[in-house]
């Protein structure tokens, strides 16, 4: 069984003045609220327990927008982040929700074009470890940037000033039951901040780091830019939701 988890925290600040009414997952992309998009990959890939995690100044709003689930034909379970201190401290918070079982996490403003589902299957036929999606970009300093060796994940390095390949990991993650126990021994890093990055470069210590690629379109929606470009992605793949 696989249970999903949404992370909608962080403080949106490159989309202000808009995030101060609001948080940035709620804005409108396409002809909803952004974290809809969200909620529908995972539902398409026929996951229906799933924990929205986000800041303790809108999770009136979140419940307000998504209710219990009844409308997606999912349940939903809410966690408050109290401070802004990085992915890895937001989903530290789904341990207990998880209750040992396998989960996909995606990041509440990623928008894709097209489906995960199959990146799902993907990693229901895994035995243990974790998996990453990748994106080829035109500006992976921007991101988590991955070192490919034939099948295999070799390094990820985070927002580097040069890069050692384009494939950009996009914010779809998927992780055993050990995650947990990995994050616990996580250090923050220079901004403070407790990275994913780090985790998912502790799954290739291990030899535990399978990947897929993005098919479509993807954009990460934290700036006015790619936020109007979500709009357009989603006003154009209007036939999978």
Request: proline share 4%; hydrophobic share 40%; charged share 20%.
């Amino acid at each position: 069984m696989l249970k999903g988890v949404i992370l909608a925290g962080g403080l949106g600040t490159r989309l202000y003045p808009l995030t101060k009414v609001t948080s940035k997952h709620l804005l409108p992309v396409g002809n909803e609220p952004m974290i809809f998009h969200s909620v529908k990959q995972l539902t398409t890939a026929g996951i229906t327990d799933i924990l929205i995690v986000t800041n303790p100044e809108y999770v009136g709003d979140f419940v307000s927008a998504l209710g219990s689930g009844k409308d997606f034909g999912c349940e939903f379970t809410y966690r408050v982040q109290e401070e802004a201190k990085g992915v890895a401290h937001a989903l530290a918070l789904a341990e207990g929700f998880a209750a040992g079982h396998k989960i996909v996490v995606l990041l509440g403003d990623n928008i894709f074009e097209t489906p995960i589902h199959p990146a799902v299957s993907d990693y229901q036929a895994q035995q243990t470890g974790a998996r990453v999606m990748l994106k080829q970009v035109n500006d992976p300093e921007r991101y988590g940037v991955a070192t490919l060796n034939g099948n295999h994940i070799v390094a990820i390095e985070e927002k580097p000033k040069h890069p050692k390949s384009d494939y950009a990991v996009v914010g779809a993650y998927f992780y055993d039951a050990s995650v947990f126990d990995i994050i616990r021994t996580v250090e923050p890093s220079a901004r403070g901040e407790y990275e994913i990055t780090a985790v998912n470069n502790a799954y290739i210590h291990r030899g535990e780091l399978a990947y897929s690629f993005v098919h479509g379109k993807w954009v990460d929606a934290g700036t006015f830019d790619s936020l109007t470009e979500a709009h357009q992605i989603l006003l154009n793949s209007l036939d999978w939701q």
